[in-house]
């Protein structure tokens, strides 16, 4: 870190700015997951049993481009959650899925049982 002024609270600020953005790519990673791995399971349930393809490749393409994109870029915009500084630093080599394992199984196969 650089410090471009001699205020020191300015690193408070860019550690503040830091678990925000980091926040933020949880978000937008869980929602692009999510609603992806659902519509690959719809795919490969369907060509499991012997069903043509619900979905071509373009359908795909146009459905995340619809869909995805203004919600995602929204998710990358949020403010940072007011009790970002309360939380403990996390580890390094933290993985950016951590704790999310269940959410990341349950809710496509909610989706894909719904679709």
Do not use: C, W
């Not at 205020?7 to 980091?22: D, L, P, R």
């Not at 999510?34 to 373009?58: K, Q, Y």
Request: hydrophobic residues 50%.
């Amino acid at each position: 870190m650089v410090l471009t002024d001699d205020n020191f609270k300015s690193i408070v600020n860019a550690i503040e700015e830091g678990k925000g953005v980091y926040d933020n790519i949880k978000k937008f990673f869980v929602f692009l997951l999510s609603g992806n791995i659902g519509e690959v399971a719809i795919v490969f349930i369907s060509l499991l049993i012997g069903l043509p393809a619900p979905l071509t490749a373009t359908q795909i393409l146009l459905i995340n481009l619809v869909t995805d994109g203004l919600p995602a870029t929204a998710l990358s915009i949020d403010p940072s959650e007011p009790d970002a500084m309360k939380r403990k630093p996390r580890k390094r080599n933290e993985k950016i899925q951590k704790g999310l394992g269940n959410f990341l199984i349950v809710h496509p196969v909610l989706m894909t049982i719904v679709a």
